[in-house]
């Protein structure tokens, strides 16, 4: 594959016919995984008219190339299948499990892939926004990852005890009006054993849409983007931080780069 | 902003909606994910459900039981007991699990299904393979070739005491002296 | 001068004259609106007029990328400058008083108004108005108000409203960020330390008590935790016990850890030398007699009893001088009394080698032989070395029990006896 691929160039030159033109796509592809980023950002920017220079992200269906990042064998490897015992499931949660494997639930990761491009997609687009986004977990072991990798992103995070009225009464909490996130990303439902986290409700309250990854314990239903996986193991939670600081990055790159070549981003 | 609080009552989006509508958020004022999430919705609309309201739940999810599970239960019972596994340790594979493969093997060669299981076990009998005799259940034929190969080993055991005892002198001596270098211990790690 | 200060709480923050400035949001119906929205409505309007007159104290916005709903993101921002420049206001015309108020009073003193120091208004009001008030706070000042007047704070969020910080919305971003980087140092010790165990050879541990490993650990030896007080000063910050206690736990695994001496800086931080409650230096010198015999003498008061303690070298003899007469250690009925006297001897292990001559007065007899013992121990430390210093010390004989009499309730016969009660 290789080495088709260094003698490529040379052969596109000569094609014009439109099967043709889907080569070339595909050969732009190999290029930027074989780490040669400067052509495909020559092909991407070619293909947005630059008469006009106006570009709306929504009206692209994966406007951050998502489907590439998550795999199912990244997941499985990282135990995202594991769920609890099966007393504990939450009922709303019967749809994303594939069955009990004696007494343990395990998660359907064919359901998990697309619910979490949908909800990795959705951060994406608020970090492109210039949203203020906050993590928020109170599971005391993934606490030093989890709030380290929202200082990496430049974003926020919220680890410690909640206490009520944060949200709703912000402005007595904080002493002035203050901005409120605009996407709470829940790492671990629970505060406690057996105990909805209290920022899920104000969340609800106040208007804030929210991502969770909700065990078999959880319950999705209040939730605006769920992704049914495992969210006690160290390893899957890497994976699940991995990802959504890739995809922040990815997003504010964009508009950086989107903003220096002089576009005008408009949204309706 | 302005807001309704009734958490439970309906999904976020279909409340600020609401609020657009009867004009109390101004449409330059809507936050900035109503673009978002009107463009990609979410699955299903994040509604408050309760297990005693009308709400349906979901069929509770099958039991996944194999086939190789059916052979385990089988291997436990009538043939040998569990062995503790050391996780640690490369250990070979289990014994159960070369039985479950090589009854497999058996499978593809065409036997009847009423004696593979006999078959199977004078296979690995055969290969010089050692059941653990606690059970009062166990065929015969383990027996039998049980007996021989203790007395056979038992031979075997008693050889290699008297070796083993010359060489953990020697052996000591030679671990002493050996400087461990980082790169040998990566490696192994 | 209280009348000063009244007037100074009379005039409001006048909002009222500035929001009847506003365009009028009148006309719409406030029973549809909640009131909250109502206020950021009229945020939004003053912010425009705000940004006009002044500027921002900080310049991290570019504007260009801001264009979109501008209006809705900056409304933490516009709050926050209104009440600044609000704040600003009410300062100027509150300083304007009280520099009036400072000549008036340098008038009736019959002094110079120009060189009037605060000093002078504090004793020209003492002398004026004087107050018995048991709370200093309570009686009559006058001040600067930018001394008593709340400190305005620094935003804590950009123009965009993003706040600076990334635990800002946990409430106590500075102590939070104590803790994050402590974890974030423990987490990274114990990486070092698996390293360095692979390279050695050997996958346990360091043992506590690994000599060769000593070198690594941080000394704290003569020292300790800095209490709460100081560390909310040190780092402006407000925490509760229950935080406090649990960080300290988390510095205290932080300097257990067989690398800590890495972080020596940062441990550094949270440690006072520890100060023991008597240093040698303070300890008075040795008296003489008039036949050269070396004596201490001490007065010690606990609740209403006084005990005016000399102790001699000798070899145990005791005189008490009560109002009653003379007496010796029969002074004192119960046994638990007399060993009191005796026991700081013990801890030296010194009976029977000091004579004391005590003079007793008031007081009942439990407290007497209290006050007694703390004199001896005392004045013990006069005499004997470092090390049994250490010992009494130890022993709690050198701290005083400053505990008050426990005042008598209405309808009781003491402070806890009630009156005996018969039904019939």
């Not at chain 2, 996780?87 to 058996?106: A, D, G, H, K, R």
């Not at chain 3, 960080?247 to 931080?269: D, N, P, V, Y």
């Not at chain 3, 036949?291 to 001699?312: C, F, H, M, N, W």
Request: proline letters at 5%; hydrophobic letters at 35%.
């Amino acid at each position: 594959m290789l080495n088709l691929t260094k003698n490529l160039p040379i052969i596109i030159n000569k094609l014009t016919t439109p099967q043709s033109q889907k080569l070339l796509k595909f050969t732009s592809n190999i290029h930027s995984t074989a780490g040669n980023r400067q052509n495909d950002q020559n092909l991407k920017t070619s293909v947005v008219p630059q008469k006009s220079k106006i570009i709306n992200p929504l009206k692209h269906e994966d406007f951050f190339q998502i489907n590439e990042l998550v795999k199912l064998e990244d997941l499985f490897k990282a135990r995202c299948h594991y769920g609890h015992h099966h007393g504990l499931r939450c009922p709303w949660m019967n749809e994303f499990i594939f069955g009990t494997r004696i007494t343990t639930d395990i998660i359907d990761l064919d359901q998990t892939i697309p619910l979490m491009k949908r909800a990795l997609n959705f951060i994406a687009h608020i970090a492109f926004r210039k949203g203020v986004i906050l993590f928020i977990t109170r599971y005391a072991q993934h606490i030093p990852l989890i709030e380290q990798s929202a200082l990496e992103v430049g974003e926020y995070s919220h680890c410690k005890p909640w206490r009520n009225g944060t949200f709703t009464d912000s402005t007595r909490r904080f002493g002035s009006v203050i901005r409120l996130p605009d996407l709470c990303i829940f790492f671990h439902t629970h505060e406690k054993l057996n105990e909805a986290h209290g920022a899920l409700s104000e969340t609800a309250k106040m208007l804030i849409p929210t991502v969770a990854i909700c065990d078999s314990d959880s319950d999705p239903s209040q939730i605006t983007y769920p992704i049914p996986a495992n969210d006690d193991s160290l390893v899957s939670q890497q994976l699940y931080t991995r990802l959504i600081k890739e995809v922040i990055i990815k997003a504010k790159k964009k508009r950086q780069e989107l903003e220096e070549q002089g576009y005008v981003i408009q949204y309706e | 902003m302005a807001q309704s609080r009734i958490n439970k009552a309906a999904s976020i989006y279909t409340r600020l909606n609401g609020l657009i509508k009867s004009n109390l958020i101004k449409w330059s004022d809507r936050p900035l994910w109503y673009d978002i999430y009107k463009a990609f919705p979410p699955q299903r609309d994040p509604i408050y459900r309760s297990v005693l309201g009308n709400d349906v739940v979901a069929p509770l999810p099958k039991k996944l039981y194999y086939k190789e599970d059916e052979l385990r239960a089988y291997f436990f019972k009538n043939i040998s007991p569990i062995e503790t596994i050391v996780l640690n340790s490369n250990m070979q594979q289990p014994n159960w699990e070369t039985f479950i493969s090589t009854y497999y093997e058996m499978e593809k060669m065409g036997l009847k299904k009423e004696s593979l299981i006999d078959a199977t076990i004078e296979t690995l009998l055969a290969k010089g393979f050692y059941f653990k005799n606690n059970l009062k259940k166990t065929n015969n034929l383990i027996e039998q070739t049980n007996d021989k190969n203790n007395a056979e080993s038992d031979s075997v055991k008693n050889e290699m005491k008297t070796l083993e005892g010359e060489i953990s002198k020697s052996n000591l001596i030679e671990t002493a002296n050996v400087n461990v270098s980082p790169d040998s211990n990566n490696q192994k790690l | 001068m209280n009348f000063l200060k009244l007037s100074h709480l009379l005039n409001p923050l006048k909002i009222n004259a500035l929001s009847s400035s506003l365009p009028a949001t009148k006309k719409i119906s406030t029973t549809v609106m909640s009131n909250f929205y109502l206020n950021s409505l009229k945020l939004n309007a003053k912010a425009s007029q705000l940004a006009s007159t002044t500027k921002l104290p900080f310049s991290d916005a570019d504007d260009k990328s801001n264009n979109e709903r501008a209006e809705n993101i900056s409304r933490a921002m516009s709050y926050y400058l209104e009440k600044m420049a609000e704040r600003e206001s009410l300062m100027k015309f509150k300083t304007e008083e009280f520099e009036i108020g400072k000549r008036h009073l340098a008038k009736m003193m019959g002094e110079n108004a120009e060189t009037f120091t605060q000093d002078d208004i504090n004793r020209s009001i003492e002398y004026l108005l004087p107050s018995g008030l048991f709370n200093k706070k309570a009686r009559p000042f006058l001040k600067h108000p930018e001394d008593y007047y709340p400190k305005s704070k620094l935003a804590a969020f950009g123009s965009d409203g993003r706040p600076l910080h990334h635990l800002f919305y946990t409430g106590n971003p500075d102590f939070y960020q104590i803790i994050y980087e402590l974890t974030q140092k423990y987490l990274n010790l114990n990486r070092l330390e698996d390293a360095m165990n692979l390279i050695k050879g050997r996958m346990k541990t360091i043992h506590k008590t690994d000599e060769a490993d000593l070198n690594t650990r941080i000394n704290l030896t003569g020292s300790v935790w800095i209490d709460r007080n100081k560390l909310n000063v040190k780092f402006n910050m407000k925490i509760d016990e229950l935080s406090y206690n649990k960080f300290i736990i988390m510095l205290q695994k932080l300097a257990e850890h067989s690398l800590s001496k890495r972080e020596e800086t940062f441990i550094g931080q949270f440690i006072v030398p520890f100060e023991p409650p008597i240093k040698l230096s303070d300890i008075p010198a040795l008296l003489k007699d008039e036949t050269g015999r070396p004596y201490q003498e001490l007065e010690v008061r606990q609740r209403t009893a006084i005990v005016k303690l000399k102790l001699y070298e000798g070899n145990g003899k005791i005189k008490i001088k009560a109002p009653e007469g003379n007496f010796n250690i029969n002074f004192f009925d119960s046994l638990t009394q007399r060993e009191q006297l005796l026991f700081p001897f013990k801890v030296v292990d010194k009976i029977n080698k000091f004579d004391i001559e005590m003079e007793v007065n008031n007081g009942g007899m439990s407290c007497l032989s209290k006050a007694a013992r703390y004199a001896i121990s005392k004045a013990l430390c006069c005499f004997v070395s470092a090390d049994s210093i250490e010992k009494l010390r130890l022993a709690g004989l050198l701290t005083s029990d400053s505990r008050p009499k426990e005042r008598k309730k209405p309808g009781q016969e003491g402070a806890r006896r009630r009156y005996t009660w018969k039904k019939r």
